[in-house]
């Protein structure tokens, strides 16, 4: 089996910043893109950010220019460095990764368990 277990998150003031990292650990063989989500009260899980293994990216609008994501393929890490944080940004975030277990194997999707960020004074 696969786990992602994130850390990082917690309370800041709004223009603060934050680094969220994630570790994928287990039966892992490659894996493919990895992303950060994440998850407001009464709204829907959204992508922030994600990355290939080649390290090509994409963000979400309302991040651009304020967050940066990065991973260590040797490690299995992803990263998400949170700049200029707004109280909109409040919610929990997910780690996601696509890992392939076995030569031969499908990609399957793995998540974190979650990491609580609050933007507030």
């Known amino acids: 089996q696969v786990q992602l277990v994130e850390s990082g998150g917690g309370l800041v003031q709004p223009g603060g910043s934050l680094r969220l990292s994630c570790a994928a650990s287990g039966s892992i063989f490659s894996i493919n893109t990895m992303g950060w989500y994440r998850q407001a009260p009464g709204k829907e899980r959204e992508l922030v950010a994600r990355i290939t293994s080649d390290r090509r990216t994409n963000y979400a609008d309302s991040v651009k220019g304020r967050f940066t994501i990065s991973r260590d393929n040797a490690k299995n890490t992803v990263s998400l460095q949170m700049n200029s944080l707004k109280p909109e940004d409040t919610a929990v975030y997910y780690c996601?990764?696509?890992?392939?277990?076995?030569?031969?194997?499908?990609?399957?999707?793995?998540w974190g368990q979650g990491t609580q960020v609050t933007v507030s004074s």
């Open positions: 996601r990764a696509g890992v392939v277990t076995t030569p031969r194997g499908y990609e399957g999707s793995y």
